[in-house]
C-alpha cells in the first residue's frame, strides 16, 4: 500500500514563497513518478508539476513556470515542490499523486493520490 502525506501549506502574503513536502510511504518509492495538482474552489484540478522516476526531466505547466520548482529526493522518499512569487490566483488545495509510469501530466495517469494541502495566497 502506497501513501502519501502532504505537508507545507499555509497562509502567505503574495509575492512570498512555500515549500511543499509529499512524503511517501510504501515500497519503491524510486521506481514512481511524482506530480502535483491543484484545485481551487469551483474549478477543477489542475496539472502543476511532474518529475521522471529518476528526477533528470521535470515539467512544470505554464501557469507557474519561471516560479514553482518540483523535486524529488529519493533518499528520503520525499517530493517537494518550491513555490515563489506566489500570487493570489495560486491559492488551491494541493496534492500531489504518485505514477508508475516514467513521467506523467496527466491526471489519469497517476495511480496514488495524498489528502492535500492548502494553500491560500492573500493580496
Known amino acids: 500500500q502506497v501513501q502519501l502525506v502532504e505537508s507545507g501549506g499555509g497562509l502567505v502574503q503574495a509575492g512570498g514563497s512555500l515549500r511543499l513536502s509529499c512524503a511517501v510511504s510504501?515500497?519503491?518509492?524510486?521506481?514512481?513518478?511524482m506530480g502535483w495538482f491543484r484545485q481551487a474552489p469551483g474549478k477543477e484540478r489542475e496539472f502543476v508539476a511532474a518529475?521522471?522516476?529518476?528526477?533528470?526531466?521535470?515539467y512544470h505547466a505554464d501557469a507557474v513556470k519561471g516560479r514553482f520548482t518540483i523535486s524529488k529526493d529519493n533518499t528520503k522518499n520525499t517530493v517537494y515542490l518550491q513555490m515563489n512569487n506566489l500570487k493570489p490566483e495560486d491559492s488551491a488545495l494541493y496534492y500531489c499523486?504518485?505514477?508508475?509510469?516514467?513521467?506523467?501530466?496527466?491526471?489519469?495517469?497517476?495511480?496514488?493520490w495524498g489528502q492535500g494541502t492548502q494553500v491560500t495566497v492573500s493580496s
Open positions: 499523486a504518485a505514477a508508475t509510469q516514467y513521467l506523467v501530466t496527466s491526471e489519469n495517469g497517476y495511480d496514488y
Open positions: 510504501g515500497r519503491s518509492f524510486s521506481r514512481y513518478a
Open positions: 518529475i521522471s522516476v529518476f528526477g533528470e526531466l521535470t
